[in-house]
């Protein structure tokens, strides 16, 4: 079945120790995304990509870090993480044809991130 | 004041009743989506719209442009219809504008 799959599924990382969370997808799909979910709270979008284009949001921190090497990959890093960065981060995909209106986003199962 | 405002924040109710979320938003939007989130785990799309209705299985969701409001229904409802569900609005060409949530519980 066509997916979105993120590794790992739990991260244990101590302060100020950098992290990398993984995200693949065998949909082919063109974008991708990165939100961070705290507890109680709706996810926020940190950034996406359309095809190689980058994609920031403005207030996302200069901690956070993203590459995506292929239409398949995608991955968030996280430079030094805070206290306050312990969340749920799912990671989206989905197609768009020249720019226009995005289709159907497609979510992960998500990584749990937790910092000591 | 968001701009996306899901009501009830929570809510419960015994097995095989109907239940009816609703989603306003203040905002233009391309599509609107509803999600479902169980505790703990990723999120899955339900529904996304940009007019009338749709229909998968028990879960019914509807959407009025004019009156910027939608409604997530669920017919004879089931303890594992118990999540969050979560509507979000697609602004302009790619963002997703999420309403806080509503925790749905379905008791046996």
């Known amino acids: 079945d066509a997916m979105v799959i993120q590794n790992p599924r739990y991260q244990v990382t101590q302060f100020g120790k950098p992290v990398t969370l993984s995200c693949s997808q065998t949909l082919n799909h063109n974008v991708m995304y990165w939100y961070q979910q705290k507890s109680s709270q709706a996810p926020k979008l940190l950034f996406h990509y359309y095809d190689k284009d980058f994609n920031n949001e403005a207030d996302t921190p200069d901690n956070f870090q993203s590459r995506r090497p292929n239409t398949s990959f995608c991955f968030l890093d996280i430079r030094s993480p805070g206290l306050g960065d312990a969340a749920m981060y799912l990671c989206?995909?989905?197609?768009?044809?020249?720019?226009?209106?995005?289709?159907?986003?497609?979510f992960g199962p998500g990584t749990r991130l937790t910092v000591l | 004041k968001n701009e996306v405002e899901q009501s009830p924040q929570n809510l419960t109710a015994q097995e095989g009743e109907f239940i009816t979320i609703n989603c306003s938003y203040s905002v233009g939007i391309s599509a609107l989506h509803w999600l479902q989130q169980h505790p703990g785990g990723g999120i899955v799309s339900l529904f996304m719209l940009s007019s009338g209705k749709k229909k998968h299985g028990r879960l019914i969701a509807t959407i009025n442009i004019q009156e910027k409001h939608s409604s997530l229904h669920i017919t004879a409802s089931h303890p594992r219809d118990s999540a969050v569900y979560i509507c979000a609005v697609t602004q302009g060409a790619q963002k997703l504008v999420f309403g806080q949530g509503t925790r749905l519980t379905i008791n046996p």
């Open positions: 989206a995909t989905s197609s768009s044809q020249s720019g226009l209106a995005y289709n159907e986003q497609f």
